[in-house]
Structures are given as structure tokens and as C-alpha cells.
């Protein structure tokens, strides 16, 4: 069974940090791209970040509002891949709901072959 799972969303005062994480398994994942994605309720989705297989050299790309603040990783355990989305001096902008995505192509903002099931980010004082 394919499974992308979020987890690490929460509240966070203004300056905070948070690590996302996403566990994706039941694939070859390995030589998935990967990125994490956010799209708060009446707005549009944004490619916050992403990662190339580890055979292309795990290779980065943020948007530019993250750029300096938000860090995505992967770590290739077994039959699992982790990836990872290290976001500090987190801002209200920032609040909003934080999907995973997967697809043996380069990441787009639609048509991509795996979602995780979203995990909420809330930047409060």
C-alpha cells in the first residue's frame, strides 16, 4: 500500500521553528522527486520546495519567500523514504496547511502521483 504521512504540524509563536516530516512507503520511492507543497483555504497552492532523487544528486529548489529559512532533506531508509522540511523564523505567512508530494518527474503544482493527507502549521502569538 502506497502511504505518503505527514507529521510535525503544530502552533508556533512568531520566530519558531518546526521540522515537517513525511514518510513515504509502498513505492520505489528512492528515485521519486519529493516536495512539500502549501495551500491555505481560498488561496492558491504553492511548490514551497523540493528534492531530486538521490541519484540525481538530492538537488534543491525553494521558493523565494523560504529561501534562507526553510531546508528540505531526504534520507532513503529500506523500503522508505523520509523527507524532511526544516522551516525557521516562522512567520503568520506561513500558516497554512503543508502537503508532501511525489512523482518520478519533476514536481508540479498538479497531476503529481502522491499527496500525503496535508499537516496544519498554525504561526500564532
Known amino acids: 500500500q502506497v502511504q505518503l504521512v505527514e507529521s510535525g504540524g503544530g502552533v508556533v509563536q512568531p520566530g519558531g521553528s518546526l521540522r515537517l516530516s513525511c514518510l513515504a512507503s509502498?513505492?520505489?520511492?528512492?528515485?521519486?522527486?519529493m516536495a512539500w507543497f502549501r495551500q491555505a483555504p481560498g488561496n492558491q497552492r504553492e511548490l514551497v520546495a523540493t528534492i531530486t532523487p538521490s541519484g540525481m544528486g538530492s538537488h534543491t529548489d525553494y521558493i523565494d519567500s523560504v529561501k534562507g529559512r526553510f531546508t528540505i532533506s531526504r534520507d532513503n531508509v529500506e523500503n522508505t523514504v523520509a523527507v524532511y522540511l526544516q522551516r525557521m523564523n516562522l512567520q503568520p505567512i506561513d500558516t497554512t496547511v503543508y502537503y508532501c508530494?511525489?512523482?518520478?518527474?519533476?514536481?508540479?503544482?498538479?497531476?503529481?502521483?502522491?499527496w500525503g493527507q496535508g499537516t496544519q502549521v498554525t504561526v500564532s502569538a
Open positions: 508530494s511525489a512523482d518520478p518527474r519533476p514536481l508540479r503544482l498538479d497531476g503529481n502521483d502522491y
Open positions: 509502498g513505492h520505489n520511492f528512492k528515485i521519486y522527486h
